[in-house]
């Protein structure tokens, strides 16, 4: 049942690296972060890698597994063939600390730049009423694990760390969609998204929606609508003044 | 040595679940500078996984749900064991915790009506469980982790500094707390990326570390999972019960292999999913225990009625509490009436369409699919019992979370006493909220009232310091590897202390134990201390090993089967035991177990229930006085 698989592995760290060949056994059933952790323990035991739940749901262990973003413990060892080379490096536009793991603190920075929830006034906890069509639009960008492989893949920041810094990625104009969307909230963040976060830098390729792991249709169900409500204001002031945009009340 | 970094804080929380990210952000609304600390990054914990929901008494769905029942099927679900004042704050406060989040901005699933939707779990009366699909994990801690970040954005507006009262230290492990004089003064630990030292000062030190699943081999929990919080306390001098209680949960994936634990969530039966064996048989009509035959339906018929007509219809027999199923899926497969992989078939295929399974059990049918080739729309499960939870831990003050060790806080998994001998399911989120606020308050209150602050000494730090490089030096005769080590561990205790335990096993278990103990002393790891995961783990093994050994050694003595204590030899539950808590001590370098009386439950809690139920958990005096 299990065979000798070729894995070619990123090591090093911020001083720089490169890829090692190693042999190892594969067995029946197993992702490849089954594989990385075998190597840990019988060939490489201090190879760096991040992990948690190993089941898809903290975002955790995001590689790039023959140049594709993806998480190292749902690609299943199947997909491959038993004579490919599978090839693990670390995600690109964030810089390596060691091995396999990258120094993501960049996404808990623009995290940090978007407004948070604006509870409304006068209604106590517990009065909060909302429908389930009207909450499922945010609720699909909830879904999101923060495992940043969109931010890591999109070509506005990937290579280029100059845009880093007017650029939230679409991880946080998704969370920036995701709060006016949500049918409670009274902050108003549109203005902001196209002056402050860079909305005008994404030019809708969609990159971001083919590699989320959650299958969130960030592009067409985030960062379109953001770029349409910002279109309209510009010339509608009245829609520029008006209501909260997206509230269907 | 290298310049020691170091820290000074008023609340110092170890763990950035959902008991800790909760502790926090009250610590912090007390005007206490507060930083929270965890293994792994934040919005990462093991919360993240929860899935089920969050149980609260808000009676959104069924208006005749209320605190009391709440309690009831708390104790109930406990067999009785549980601490009936936290089994009662817990009940009372959930539903404000659950709208609380709210105003972080949670969006939980709704009803017709608007209000937050709830749904059935194991044990509980009414539909009860808050959700989001089954992701509730997820929010509740994206939830709170927002919140800290709203905060974090109040302060900067105030002071220029986002992390001028809250601050996040994340991928740090603390490897021990530091006293002064039998208080706390603070914890030491290592950046896991560079392995350098780092020294917090702290008068108050909430511990919100979650569980100890990893010393089993099969099991839902993560590699965060070590008892370090638990480890922790008793090497500070606080106690442990309730340790021989743990949980197993009925359903966890057995194949392939490399996915042999990962939860299924229990949603699967809440929301139609039924258990069969190899004859294609629902087993679980032949596993009604006595106390629970007026509550669950004896045939199919009734069964499958219940679901849209609770009121005159008894429940499935597939929601009874957890301990009875999984004991019922290990007598299917004991009996030979298994699925190929030595599990039961767990099916929603053919009770539910397609779509509503995929609206309801999203991520169920993304694992399946993603890991097994399984599509639950169409084919059964192949599941079996996991360790997922353990309801033992620091022995606290149900009031404001404090250990008996000044200084020392304790909530969420690592604390004891309110699940008594078996969780329900969606009581831990909510454990979690409940306590994590008591214990954030419980330690700014703490704080505040001290007169001066406890000191880290040189000696005691220097000490923290060598236990952590000890494994660098090891011994240079049969130096032990920690992978080993903790294979062997894990498989000590799947077999010996798992499931269904018998004396001679545990016996063989605490020597067993014993002998890898010694092993451990010998650990040798190789490298250096930047990102070395066998150092973690040499490190996490020690923790890992107390844990285990409080397990056993408590389940050893407690001679009757109860909850998540299921034993061959002593296969009835004793009234006499429910009488009796099992406290575990550290003495030197080994643990110590002693019997404690119970603190009887307070009257009027008792008159919630009928005599003729008391009965079969009561003895005969207690009835009487
Ligand atoms: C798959 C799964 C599904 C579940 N579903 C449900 C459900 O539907 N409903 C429900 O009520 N319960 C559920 N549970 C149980 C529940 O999720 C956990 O009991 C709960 O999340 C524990 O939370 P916590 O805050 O105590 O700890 P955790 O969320 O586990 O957090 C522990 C924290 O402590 C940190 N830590 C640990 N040791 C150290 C150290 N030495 N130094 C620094 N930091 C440390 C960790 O890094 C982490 O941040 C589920 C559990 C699992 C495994
Ligand atoms: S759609 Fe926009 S955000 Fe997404 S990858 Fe393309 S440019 Fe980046
Ligand atoms: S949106 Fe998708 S890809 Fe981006 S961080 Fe979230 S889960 Fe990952
Ligand atoms: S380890 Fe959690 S997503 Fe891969």
Request: hydrophobic share 35%; net charge negative.
């Amino acid at each position: 049942m299990g065979y000798q698989g070729h894995f070619r592995v990123w090591r090093g760290s911020a001083e720089g690296g490169g890829l090692e060949d190693f042999t190892v056994e594969v067995n029946e059933g197993e992702v490849v972060l089954d594989v990385i952790h075998r190597l840990q323990a019988t060939q490489t035991p201090d190879l760096a890698v991040r992990w948690n739940c190993k089941a898809g749901k903290c975002g955790s262990c995001s590689a790039e597994i023959n140049g594709k973003p993806r998480l190292l413990c749902m690609t299943r060892m199947s997909v491959f063939a038993e004579d490919e080379t599978v090839t693990v490096t670390p995600m690109r536009t964030f810089p390596v600390i060691r091995d396999l793991v990258t120094d993501v603190s960049y996404n808990y920075r623009k995290a940090r730049e978007i407004p948070a929830f604006k509870p409304p006034e006068g209604v106590a906890p517990g009065e909060y009423r909302m429908q389930q069509v009207d909450v499922e639009r945010s609720q699909e960008f909830r879904k999101c694990i923060e495992c940043f492989l969109c931010n890591n893949t999109c070509h506005v920041i990937r290579d280029h760390e100059e845009n880093k810094e007017s650029f939230a990625g679409p991880r946080f104009l998704m969370r920036v969609a995701e709060l006016e969307m949500h049918p409670l909230d009274e902050a108003d963040r549109v203005q902001q998204a196209q002056s402050s976060h860079g909305l005008g830098l994404c030019n809708i390729t969609k990159c971001c929606t083919e590699v989320c792991p959650e299958h969130i249709k960030i592009t067409d169900n985030a960062l379109i609508p953001m770029k349409e409500r910002v279109a309209d204001r510009r010339y509608d002031p009245i829609v520029w003044l008006g209501n909260k945009l997206f509230r269907r009340s | 040595m290298p310049e020691l970094e170091r820290h000074s804080f008023d609340v110092l929380v170890i763990g950035a679940g959902g008991a800790g990210l909760r502790a926090a952000i009250e610590a912090r609304e007390h005007g206490m500078r507060t930083a929270v600390l965890c293994k792994s990054l934040f919005g990462k914990a093991h919360t993240v996984m929860a899935e089920g929901g969050i149980a609260a008494a808000m009676g959104n769905v069924n208006s005749n749900d209320n605190w009391q029942v709440h309690f009831r099927d708390t104790m109930r679900g406990g067999k009785f064991l549980n601490n009936w004042r936290m089994a009662e704050l817990h009940a009372k406060e959930a539903p404000d915790r659950v709208w609380e989040l709210e105003t972080y901005g949670a969006l939980f699933d709704r009803t017709k009506d608007g209000r937050i939707s709830q749904r059935n779990f194991g044990g509980h009366e009414y539909p009860r469980l808050a959700h989001v699909g089954d992701r509730t994990g997820l929010e509740l801690i994206r939830s709170l982790q927002q919140k800290v970040v709203s905060l974090q954005q109040d302060d900067f507006a105030e002071t220029g500094d986002y992390e001028s009262r809250l601050r996040v230290f994340q991928e740090f492990t603390v490897t021990d707390l530091v006293l002064d004089d039998g208080r706390v003064a603070g914890a030491f630990g290592y950046w896991r990326e560079s392995g350098r030292f780092v020294l917090f000062e702290a008068p108050a030190v909430v511990l919100a570390t979650g569980g100890i699943g990893k010393s089993f081999k099969v099991t839902s929990n993560s590699w965060e999972y070590t008892g370090d919080g638990h480890a922790l306390a008793l090497r500070a001098g606080a106690s442990l019960i309730n340790m021989e209680f743990v949980q197993f949960h009925p359903t966890g994936m057995v194949w392939p292999p490399s996915v042999k634990g990962i939860l299924v969530t229990e949603s699967v039966r809440g929301d139609g999913g039924v258990l069969r064996n190899s004859d294609g048989k629902r087993f679980m009509f032949d596993y009604i225990p006595e106390v629970f035959k007026d509550k669950y339906a004896d045939n199919e018929a009734e069964a499958d009625r219940w679901y849209t007509d609770p009121g005159n219809n008894r429940r499935p027999p597939e929601l009874l509490p957890r301990d009875e199923v999984a004991r019922a899926i290990n007598s299917e497969v004991k009996a030979g009436r298994g699925s190929e992989h030595g599990g039961v078939f767990l099916d929603v295929s053919t009770r539910l369409p397609a779509e509503e399974i995929m609206r309801r059990l999203p991520s169920m049918h993304h694992q399946f699919k993603e890991l097994a080739d399984v599509d639950i729309t169409a084919q059964p499960m192949e599941v079996g019992p996991t360790c997922h939870y353990v309801m033992g831990g620091v022995r606290v003050d149900p009031d404001t979370g404090a250990s008996s060790v000044p200084g020392l806080f304790a909530a969420g998994e690592v604390s004891g006493g309110m699940h008594g001998s078996n969780r329900l399911g969606g009581n831990s989120l909510s454990d979690l909220l409940v306590f994590g606020r008591r214990a954030g308050a419980g330690a700014s209150d703490y704080v505040a009232g001290l007169s001066a602050r406890p000191v880290c000494s040189d000696e005691a730090v220097a000490e923290a310091e060598r236990t952590a490089v000890a494994p660098f030096s090891g011994s240079d005769a049969g130096g032990e590897n920690p992978y080993t080590l903790h294979m062997e561990l894990q498989q000590a205790m799947n077999d010996l202390v798992g499931i269904i335990r018998r004396a001679e096993e545990m016996e063989q278990a605490v020597e067993r134990l014993e002998e890898l103990k010694r092993r451990a002393a010998t650990v040798v790891v190789e490298g250096h201390r930047q990102f070395n995961p066998g150092w973690h783990l040499a490190l996490d093994l020690r923790n890992m090993l107390l844990v285990s050994e409080c397990v056993a050694r408590a389940a050893l003595l407690r001679t009757e089967s109860r909850g998540g204590h299921t034993r061959d030899d002593y296969p009835s539950m004793d009234a006499e035991w429910r009488r009796k808590l099992l406290v575990c001590t550290l003495s030197g370098s080994s643990v110590e177990v002693v019997e404690e009386p119970q603190v009887p439950i307070r009257p009027d809690l008792l008159e919630l229930f009928e005599h003729s139920e008391l009965q079969k958990y009561l003895t005969a005096d207690e009835l009487e006085g």
